[in-house]
C-alpha cells in the first residue's frame, strides 16, 4: 500500500458533487474520490479544525472507539470495484487489529480527526491515479495513422475514469486570472487627465 493525505476537497462549479483529492506522499500522483456533501463537509471542518458545538457523526465515532479503549490505526483504500471505492477501518482493540469495512469518504473523515495514516492499495492507486503532467496532456497520435493498439482492461478503467480529469480541468482557477490579466493588458491606459468615476 502507499501513503497519501488528504490535497483537497473541491466542488464542481458544474454540477455541485464533491470530490476529495488524495496526494501520494513524496510523489505527484492524485487518487480522486467523489463523496458526498455530507462526508465533504465533515473533512473540511476536521480539516480547517472548526469547532463545533455538539459532536458530529465521525466525532460520536471517534469518541466511542476511545470510550471502549480501542484505537483506530489507520484506514485505506483497499479496492475499486464498478468504479465504486471500497474502504477500512483498521482499529486496535484487546490487543488485536480488527478491519472494519467502510466507505473512503467515512474513513477520511474520521482518519482527519484521530490523525492516523491513510494508505491506498498500491493497485487502485495505479488504476485510479492521475499525474498531472503525463495524464492530463492529449496524446500526440496522428490522425492519419490511428493507433492499432488493442484495447485492454486498463485502458477501459482509464476511459471510465476519465470524468475525474475532466472535473479537475475545469478546476483551474489560475487560467481564469490569467485571462483576466491578459484583458487588463488589451484595455488602453486610463487618461491622466481625465476625471475620476465618483467626481
Do not use: C
Not at 2 to 25: A, G
Not at 118 to 144: C, F, H, K, N, W
Amino acid at each position: 500500500m502507499v501513503e497519501v493525505v488528504i490535497d483537497s476537497v473541491r466542488v464542481s462549479l458544474t454540477n455541485q458533487q464533491r470530490i476529495v483529492v488524495l496526494r501520494e506522499i513524496n510523489a505527484e500522483r492524485y487518487l480522486p474520490i467523489w463523496i458526498g456533501p455530507y462526508e465533504a463537509e465533515a473533512i473540511t471542518i476536521a480539516l480547517q479544525e472548526i469547532e463545533v458545538a455538539r459532536p458530529q457523526t465521525h466525532d460520536l465515532l471517534k469518541n466511542l472507539l476511545a470510550t471502549f479503549n480501542a484505537r483506530l490505526v489507520r484506514v485505506e483504500v483497499v479496492a475499486l470495484k464498478d468504479d465504486v471505492f471500497f474502504g477500512n477501518l483498521v482499529v486496535e482493540y484487546n490487543g488485536h487489529l480488527v478491519e472494519i469495512d467502510s466507505r473512503p469518504s467515512d474513513a477520511l473523515a474520521l482518519a482527519v480527526r484521530a490523525h492516523v495514516p491513510i494508505l491506498v492499495a498500491r493497485e487502485v492507486m495505479e488504476t485510479a491515479g492521475i499525474v498531472p503532467e503525463r495524464d492530463l496532456q492529449a496524446p500526440e497520435t496522428s490522425a492519419a495513422e490511428p493507433s492499432a493498439a488493442p484495447v485492454e482492461e486498463d485502458d477501459l478503467s482509464e476511459e471510465r475514469l476519465s470524468v475525474f480529469e475532466d472535473f479537475l480541468q475545469n478546476l483551474k482557477i489560475d487560467d481564469l486570472n490569467e485571462d483576466q490579466d491578459e484583458e487588463d493588458k488589451d484595455k488602453p491606459d486610463p487618461d491622466p487627465d481625465s476625471p475620476k468615476p465618483g467626481k
